[in-house]
């Protein structure tokens, strides 16, 4: 009788078991295919070879750029999520603890997270411009030097601040929810015996929301790891390369410089393998959270 049930349930799932393999395994598959290739995008598909892991040992001995692009990509994701995610839990307590016009305050909070890459990248490409940008204006009439926000030396960190402005209302949004599930008794308990707010929030209020959390977390790395519109809408990796993510480096490499499709897609199978693990530990540790509680 079980067995009849379980093939009931495999019945309705295999349709949509069939467009997943469809839309993700097979061009993964395909992916990994063309990385062991010669593939280029200016020759006819009947001169493509087997390369085996020459394009791998490409990337790992001979690009440079690759190891830059990877320190890049680590760099702009670490700092950008750590930084989101203790701004945006902050932002989302103050919203907790006033309710005066929460409604309103999200609303418009929100904002940055709902635009589109290229009006965003437009807009603080005209803000950063380092001749008539509106932030070197303003720091010329209060007396400040203006800077080059998009030079070699500012690009990287323009490119943090403007991710961090973007995501962090995602961030509020979603440790917000969170909070809003928080029951009342044990902290209405915790007042009693005299705890103060910050061993609520320690014992607690954490603990309840750390699912959440963890979700958020997992969404923004996948998210930052494979960042790609704003980045090259703003700079296009540049100048140089001082903003070359991995996925600018895979576009460079595949379709911009070089047409060099076997190492673009070995590239990209690298890339893939450093968000796998990260996805696969975290998604362990939701549900393994969502076990014990």
């Known amino acids: 009788m079980m067995l009849f049930k379980q093939r009931e349930y495999l019945k309705y799932l295999l349709p949509a078991l069939i467009v997943l393999a469809l839309i993700n395994i097979f061009p993964t598959f395909f992916l990994y295919i063309i990385s062991l290739t010669n593939y280029d995008i200016s020759q006819r598909v009947e001169d493509l070879s087997f390369v085996g892991l020459e394009n791998y040992r490409y990337l790992f001995s001979i690009d440079k750029d690759f190891w830059k692009s990877i320190y ?55 803000i950063l411009n380092a001749e008539y940008g509106v932030l070197n204006t303003f720091l010329r009439w209060m007396g400040c030097a203006g800077r080059n926000w998009l030079s070699t030396d500012f690009a990287l960190v323009s490119l943090i601040l403007i991710d961090i402005w973007q995501w962090t209302p995602y961030v509020t949004l979603m440790i917000y929810s969170g909070l809003q599930t928080v029951p009342q008794e044990p902290l209405e308990a915790a ?70 499709l076997g190492r673009a897609s070995a590239c990209a199978v690298i890339l893939l393998l450093i968000i796998i693990p990260i996805v696969s530990n975290l998604a362990k540790k939701i549900s393994y959270s969502r076990e014990s509680a």
Do not use: C
Not at 245 to 253: A, G, K, N, T, Y
């Open 72 to 126: 890049i990509t680590l760099t702009y994701t670490f700092v950008s999520v750590t930084v989101e995610l203790v701004l945006g839990s902050a932002i989302a307590l103050l919203f907790d603890a006033n309710t005066r016009f929460r409604k309103l305050k999200l609303s418009l909070f929100i904002i940055p997270m709902i635009a589109t890459p290229s009006i965003i990248a437009l807009m603080w490409k005209l």
């Open 191 to 260: 007042d009693v015996d005299g705890a103060s707010w910050f061993q609520k929030l320690v014992w607690i209020v954490l603990p309840h929301i750390s699912t959440i959390v963890s979700i958020t977390l997992l969404l923004k790395l996948i998210e930052n790891l494979k960042s790609f519109d704003i980045v090259y809408n703003l700079t296009q990796g540049g100048p140089g390369n001082a903003t070359e993510l991995l996925s600018l480096h895979v576009f460079r490499l595949g379709f911009k410089q070089t047409h060099w």
